[in-house]
């Protein structure tokens, strides 16, 4: 009869006791990755740089922060006011027309007017790149 090794015991796994040292956050064995966040960060210093492309103007972190956060909050009420469009409305497909109403709805006055204006260019500059979203 084999002798039973004492240092193991049955409720114990191979894989998930076994610690590795420390690396970039990871300490067991499965790789772990943390989600990366997204955000608008690198395209709120393009934009700066288009507004601005003479002088050397600079934003902070807590700055871009803070727009990064209102556009997040922003695209997400356009994209809830969109998805509510479309279930009034019976659809499944949410379309430029859906969004472009939850903007008219959600940005008052001169403000959502240019912003449905800015909004129908894009689709106008380039409509080849957008013939699958309008059927």
């Known amino acids: 009869m084999a ?6 015991s049955k409720h114990q796994s191979y894989a998930t006791d076994k610690q590795y040292p420390k690396k970039s956050g990871i300490t067991t064995i499965h790789n772990k990755r943390k989600r990366r966040k997204e955000t608008y960060s690198s395209y709120i210093h393009k934009l700066l740089k288009i507004i601005h492309p003479e002088s050397k103007l600079t934003i902070s972190k807590p700055s871009v ?57 894009v689709f106008l500059r380039n409509p080849a790149a957008y013939a699958k979203l309008s059927r």
């Open 3 to 8: 002798k039973k090794n004492p240092s193991f």
């Open 65 to 121: 922060s803070i727009l990064d956060s209102f556009l997040q909050d922003t695209f997400e009420k356009i994209a809830t006011e969109a998805g509510k469009l479309c279930r009034y409305n019976k659809k499944s497909t949410m379309t430029q027309r859906e969004i472009q109403t939850a903007v008219r709805l959600l940005i008052p006055g001169e403000l959502g007017k240019h912003a449905v204006s800015e909004g129908s260019k």
